[in-house]
């Protein structure tokens, strides 16, 4: 998310926020969106709404998200191809 807000022209903020079931990921981002005198840093982007939207439409163009196994649909079927049996019922 804050390469995407980089690449958006926001000033961003990496906290060092750590969580107890995710260790490994910093937990907390800081975005800039407008300056001191309360101008908007980049008049694409006046709101948290649209900055998520601008983002959402970023993450799966990054270079990190490129070549993934799970972005392929329709790979796994849940069909068996056996119709008609049916496994042991639970009591």
Do not use: W, Y
């Not at 060092?16 to 260790?23: G, Y």
Request: hydrophobic share 30%.
């Amino acid at each position: 998310m804050a390469d995407c807000c980089v690449h958006l022209k926001l000033p961003v903020e990496v906290q060092d926020k750590m969580f107890p079931r995710s260790c490994t990921k910093n937990g907390r981002i800081r975005v800039q969106l407008k300056d001191e005198v309360g101008n908007l840093v980049n008049s694409d982007i006046p709101n948290k709404k649209v900055l998520m939207k601008e983002i959402c439409a970023l993450i799966p163009k990054h270079a990190s998200r490129q070549g993934h196994a799970g972005s392929q649909k329709g790979s796994g079927s849940g069909a068996s191809g056996q119709p008609g049996v049916k496994g042991k019922k639970k009591r």
